[in-house]
């Protein structure tokens, strides 16, 4: 069966450390992979998307790796700040998905990560 | 703020009652979801309207009814919920570009309707 595995256990970190969290799949053939982050009481953000032939993606200080080969994508938080401290979510469209235009993505459980002062 | 916004934000109903969950959308979007989000769990899609038109319902029971009467509203009627569908309920806009000779998607959430059922 298809599987999207991110770490259930929160992580806790020090503020200025570098947050690294994983996304793990089975069963998937992604067309490309989204993190999401999300507050208590709110919806999903969307933060950043990663296509299936790009290695690595920055935006500020967020950067993402995807690696099709271990079916894995990494999510870096670098200078971690408390304001950073949420629930990062990621998402995954699979190959054949991407022929409609509406984007059906398929999401993790999320991991939260808690930044101490 | 996101563009797409949710009322009530919280709702707590009985069993027996009917109820509906509106979602509405300044954003232009021609995609609109519906999400269902339980403690510990990953999101799961409910229901998919694309210009209008429903284009998936994911094996969803018959207690929940969506409607869209035009591309900025969105509602999800409820009648003779059970407990287990406590939960946050999402809706969420598509925004779909290509690149590259490929379709993609971002969503584009509103802050949820938290839902209890007695």
């Known amino acids: 069966s298809q599987k999207i595995e991110q770490n259930s256990e929160a992580l806790n970190i020090q503020e200025g450390k570098t947050a690294t969290l994983t996304c793990n799949y089975t069963?998937?053939?992604?067309?490309?992979l989204q993190w999401y982050r999300q507050d208590p009481g709110r919806g999903p953000v969307f933060l950043l998307l990663?296509?299936?032939?790009?290695k690595e993606k920055r935006k500020e200080r967020l950067k993402v790796t995807f690696d099709t080969t271990l079916k894995q994508s990494l999510f870096h938080i670098t200078a971690s700040q408390p304001a950073d401290s949420a629930t990062y979510l990621c998402?995954?469209?699979?190959?054949?998905?991407?022929?409609?235009?509406?984007?059906?993505?398929?999401f993790g459980a999320g991991t939260q990560v808690v930044v101490t002062p | 703020e996101t563009g797409v916004t949710q009322t009530p934000r919280h709702l707590v109903m009985g069993m027996t009652n009917k109820k509906s969950l509106k979602c509405e959308q300044h954003?232009?979007?021609?995609?609109m979801y519906w999400y269902k989000q339980s403690a510990k769990k990953p999101l799961e899609l409910m229901f998919v309207?694309?210009?209008?038109?429903?284009?998936e319902n994911n094996s969803v029971p018959s207690r929940f009814s969506p409607e869209c009467p035009n591309s900025s509203h969105l509602f999800l009627h409820l009648h003779t919920l059970q407990p287990e569908d406590s939960a946050l309920y999402l809706c969420?806009?598509?925004?779909?570009?290509?690149?590259?000779?490929?379709?993609?998607?971002?969503?584009?959430f509103g802050p949820g309707t938290r839902l209890t059922v007695l």
């Open positions: 954003l232009g979007h021609n995609a």
């Open positions: 969420a806009t598509g925004l779909s570009y290509l690149a590259g000779g490929r379709s993609y998607n971002e969503q584009f």
């Open positions: 069963n998937y053939s992604p067309a490309y």
């Open positions: 998402a995954l469209v699979a190959r054949y998905m991407t022929t409609d235009s509406w984007g059906k993505l398929q």
């Open positions: 309207y694309n210009f209008k038109e429903q284009t």
């Open positions: 990663i296509r299936e032939n790009e």
